[in-house]
């Protein structure tokens, strides 16, 4: 088996840029049943290594990103990548030391399994007024080092809690509600179990879909924070750089806007929260910097390469998504609307920013009341923020269940006006 030093030596020989980047994962998993029922208890251990390759051929500058098994010959591996030929430019990580960022519970790294062992005691004690189906509890360690082929490397821990519970009321409409964190205090597992158990509440109930329609929409911080995510890559030194949709400084994020006005920041100091990086992978030291303001956007972003191709200067590109929030309550924002709940999946174009989802259970808070709606879908665009109210709340959220984790401090809702379009 190779090691490190191995990897190190094999690439300074054969390539003229690298980036070793190591992921040494420890994760504790608690599988419940019916009962509360413990129905597996398992321990994984993994090394994940993969490696960012940078090759002078026949005047090309090529690159390549390959996945590394320690347990397979280191050669043939190499021999197996599979270059592009792109635009040069150079590594050039910062020298200074890592800020100092917390990015790990220090309960889990001090004794996972004490802490696994407590918060099950948690989960378990936390009242639930539905019939409890299944929960599912993990606890990773994530003990990171990247190395340059510039000499420098850096080495941070960082962990990660994954909660997700299954409940249903009045029938047989199991719900699911899932968390993740940093911290494994902030799970919130009473929080979850209500939420599941209204929710399947309602499922039993759901009348059907609206028909087609423009309206008013309450989304709440997640589906915010995917779409606002996806929209600031339009402010990316890459969106310019290869002509795609681009917002340059000065513009602004939604066209003649009516409503209330975006101010973005993304932070990477954050605490115990996702998005709180210290060093980008192409070696930038990450600091905090404001996105947009008052809806006007403020800067480009650009990481190594971009700088370089339009020869700007690197920024920040990690963070914390935090979003001012707007002057309304939430309970000012619900009438007239259609609450959105539960989506089967959003889809967001990251070029035009518009999305779309199939509704798996809505609330229309009609004058007579609320009313559970299930079926039709959900789009809209940028324009759909046009006349944007945001919640007075906020949240904090860490996002690490699918795609690349990020943090979210900002409204825990937000009033667009969407398409609604009723399945034939």
């Not at 049943?33 to 051929?57: G, W």
């Not at 910062?94 to 099950?120: F, G, N, V």
């Not at 299930?374 to 709340?393: C, E, N, W």
């Amino acid at each position: 088996m190779w090691t490190i030093d191995d990897l190190k030596a094999s690439l300074s020989n054969n390539f003229h840029g690298w980036i070793i980047s190591e992921d040494r994962m420890d994760r504790s998993e608690r599988y419940f049943v019916q009962n509360y029922a413990l129905d597996q208890s398992r321990e994984v251990h993994a090394t994940i290594i993969h490696v960012f390759l940078m090759q002078r051929y026949n005047h090309e500058h090529r690159e390549a990103t390959i996945a590394l098994q320690q347990s397979s010959p280191l050669k043939a591996q190499l021999d197996a990548a599979k270059f592009t030929v792109t635009p040069a430019w150079t590594l050039r990580p910062d020298t200074s030391p890592l800020p100092e960022r917390q990015m790990a519970d220090p309960r889990i790294i001090q004794d996972r399994a004490r802490t696994i062992k407590e918060e099950t005691e948690r989960l378990l004690h936390a009242p639930c007024d539905g019939r409890f189906h299944s929960a599912e509890l993990f606890m990773s360690v994530h003990k990171k080092r990247r190395f340059y082929s510039t000499g420098e490397h850096f080495a941070w821990t960082e962990t990660e809690v994954y909660a997700e519970v299954a409940v249903s009321q009045g029938g047989d409409h199991e719900h699911i509600s899932l968390q993740t964190a940093i911290r494994a205090e902030d799970i919130p597992f009473a929080a979850m179990l209500k939420e599941a158990s209204h929710q399947s509440s309602l499922a039993a109930k759901t009348q059907a879909p609206i028909s087609n329609t423009h309206m008013p929409v309450l989304i709440d911080h997640k589906v915010l924070g995917d779409i606002i995510r996806t929209a600031i890559i339009q402010l990316s030194g890459s969106q310019k750089y290869q002509h795609l949709p681009f917002l340059e400084p000065g513009t602004p994020l939604i066209a003649d806007p009516k409503g209330d006005r975006f101010s973005i920041r993304i932070d990477p100091t954050i605490p115990f929260t996702a998005g709180t990086y210290a060093i980008s992978f192409d070696g930038i030291i990450q600091q905090p910097i404001d996105l947009i303001e008052n809806g006007i956007v403020l800067t480009t972003l650009y990481d190594t390469r971009y700088a370089q191709l339009l020869q700007a200067a690197p920024t920040s590109t990690l963070g914390c998504i935090m979003i001012a929030p707007g002057e309304t309550s939430l309970e000012a924002l619900k009438p007239g609307t259609l609450e959105i709940l539960e989506l089967s999946g959003l889809f967001i174009d990251a070029h035009s920013c518009t999305f779309s989802s199939e509704i798996r259970l809505a609330l229309f808070h009609s004058p007579e009341g609320p009313s559970p709606i299930k079926g039709g879908s959900l789009s809209g665009s940028l324009t759909s923020f046009q006349d944007m109210k945001l919640a007075s709340t906020m949240i904090r959220t860490s996002e690490m269940a699918s795609g690349v984790p990020y943090g979210y401090y900002g409204p825990t809702h937000a009033r667009i006006h969407a398409s609604i379009v009723r399945n034939q």
